[in-house]
């Protein structure tokens, strides 16, 4: 059997404005609502971010996005654009700087609840197929 990942939970204190972000920066479809309390980011074809509100504490969650090169473009230009300050270490000072040290272009930012997004144009966990 050929496993693959279909969609995650993402808590978050206000799921729309956390989904209607992401999607935007990554320029992928979303709703503000979907199969039960969801607010879901259509990733691709086969995955989905599903974001749910919670009143909590809300656990800080990192995810690692592989994209293209012309995406990888894109999506900085987006941030770049909506201000979101970015970094080129996951655990660096905000430096506005693109790391190349594994063989592509890497950037980490993080969304409002904490949660550490990373762009990425090479897999360094893994080798290529």
Not at 1 to 15: E, F, G, W
Not at 91 to 102: F, I
């Amino acid at each position: 059997m050929n496993i693959q990942l279909d969609h995650l939970l993402v808590p978050s204190r206000d799921k729309i404005a956390a989904a209607r972000q992401l999607a935007e920066l990554l320029g992928v479809p979303w709703s503000a609502s979907g199969i039960g309390p969801f607010a879901p980011v259509y990733v691709n074809d086969g995955l989905t971010l599903d974001f749910d509100q919670w009143d909590g504490p809300v656990p800080n969650i990192h995810f690692a996005f592989r994209v293209s090169e012309d995406a990888f473009d894109a999506i900085l230009a987006r941030l770049q654009a909506a201000g979101i300050p970015y970094r080129s270490l996951v655990h660096g000072p905000v430096d506005s700087k693109v790391d190349t040290a594994h063989g592509g272009r890497i950037v980490y930012w993080n969304q409002p609840d904490g949660h550490q997004w990373e762009m990425l144009t090479v897999s360094y966990a893994r080798e290529a197929r």
